[in-house]
């Protein structure tokens, strides 16, 4: 396949849904059912301007939950179906779903299979380069869309441009935390601003 259009990888959770917090303990955690799903502000209206622009779209997202024993992949599966099948009936369309079940350390109730080292593990730029292979994306006009310095690492890693949801009214969320020396090309409050930026942000020079 030869890289022929602009795309963009979104990651899933903070960037395109909303994470889930237990109203009784305060804890977060990723959706894993589609009744879960919760659009984050601007998204729909983001991704048809970057539609509108010419752009692609798949989905690049660690899942460590079955590796941890939380959730079964299964359950990921049918939330990804629910979400792209959401997306569609927004009237975007989603190549691919590049998904990483691993983790480093797992848990005892997790599957042992996913535990351990991996080279799709964000970061590392293993499923972005799956995503941009089976979305025939051409690297040096696509960018990588995330809420954390993992996925801009993951960019960097993958030699693609990195844009940044960064809420600051969401301090348990907060990119900042880590302090990774990798800066996003581009940074907003929300991703339908996130998507003006990119649009403006200059072509890169071949």
């Known amino acids: 396949m030869s890289a022929t259009r602009p795309g963009i990888i979104l990651d899933r ?7 889930i917090r237990d109203e009784e303990t305060g804890v977060l955690s990723v959706a894993w059912s589609p009744s879960q799903l919760r659009f984050l502000p601007g998204v729909l ?16 997202t660690n899942q460590p939950g079955p590796a941890k024993g939380q959730f ?5 599966q049918r939330t990804h179906h629910a979400l792209v099948a959401a997306l569609a009936e927004a009237g975007i369309a989603i ?4 998904v990483c079940f691993h983790h480093p350390q797992g848990s005892p109730h997790g599957n042992s299979e996913l535990i351990g ?3 799709c593990r964000k970061p590392k730029p293993g499923l972005l380069r799956r995503a941009l292979a089976n979305g025939e994306f051409d690297p040096s006009q696509s960018w990588v869309i995330g809420d954390s ?11 693609l ?14 990119p900042l935390r880590s302090g990774s020396p990798i800066l996003p090309d581009v940074v907003a409050p929300r991703f339908d601003e996130v998507a003006r930026r990119i649009l403006a942000a200059p072509a890169l020079v071949s």
């Open 95 to 98: 190549s691919s779903v590049e």
């Open 72 to 76: 079964s992949a299964e359950a990921v």
């Open 149 to 159: 310095p993992t996925d801009v690492e993951a960019a960097h890693n993958a030699r």
């Open 117 to 119: 080292d991996c080279d």
């Open 45 to 60: 209206e983001g991704l048809a301007l970057l539609r509108d622009a010419g752009f692609g779209f798949a989905i690049a």
């Open 13 to 19: 959770d903070g960037t395109l849904i909303d994470v």
């Open 161 to 174: 441009r990195s844009a940044l949801v960064f809420a600051q009214n969401r301090c348990e969320l907060c």
